[in-house]
């Protein structure tokens, strides 16, 4: 499948954004970067990340399909106030590979999430990750943040 | 006859709104936030749910039933908490976005958590509602459960 390509010129805040979930829904993970900005600010509280760049918000994004092959992304409510979007989504998925450290047990995820991304020019500058990785670590038989990897 | 002063809803004053209410939460103030609260406002922080035998309870409802009892329990767990406000930006339907850091040290069980007298900072993101009468009718709140417990020295998932 290849990418199409957006046109940021054009595009408001939410639909810069929407194009984004939409891609990422299909796991189209080059089409999801293509309205990262060279510079997007990638914050993912849960995974302590705090890092520069596309390939950040790409490894974020390839990490999470790998894990989980079904993921489905299922978005509730997108929220714009200005040139933030606030998205918020429930992500599905039956784990297949080691994720964020827990081993694959091949459970199922569900986890409620929001991310809070800023749009300038048509591309996301700024992307910030919001979601528990208590409930995560929970649903995937995980007993102690000390031994994580330990089934 | 009185006369009623009547604050139009925009952006700015329903931002006006939350930001009081961080104000409010910080002082420790649990009435005056749910003043700021529609009657029958919902209330929903995502990360709470206790896992019981038969039954899983979260952290939904109401802000009169679920979130005060919440806030109240918090501010006596955690004497000093208090929040710092990142930013809030916000449109003319009424709905708020809020970055907000809350840390507390604790002095009485949390949960599952055993006091320890550690210390917690924590990122979240609020979602807020503000109604055409100026008064919060959602709030939904976001945030890594794993890191709090983390910093409080509980090395447990449940």
Redesign the interface.
Known sequence: MTSQPQSVLTSTPTQTVQAFLDAFARHDIDAAIAVADPQVSVTV??LGLHQTGPDALRQVLADLVRGFPDLVISVS?V????D?V?A?FKAEGTQSADYAGAINQEKHLDI???W?FVVGGGLITEV?A?????????RLA?????EIAIA | MTEVSQRLRT?ESAAGVVTEFFDRYREHDVEGMTDLCSINADFSY??V?L?GKQRVVRGDGKVGTVGKPLWTGLMASFPDLSNTVH?I???DDG???A?VDIEGTQQLAWGLITPAGQHYRE???F?FGVGADLLIDSI?A??????I??QLGH????
């Open positions: 509280h849960p409510r929220i714009t106030t200005g933030v606030a918020l409620d999430q929001a809070r910030t919001y979601w528990c990785q208590a409930q995560l670590y929970r995980v007993k102690r943040y000390d | 952006a995502v990360p749910e896992w930013a930006t916000s449109n709905d708020v976005v970055q990122p979240h993101l979602i939904t976001y945030w890594n459960d794993a890191d417990s983390q090395t447990e998932v449940d």
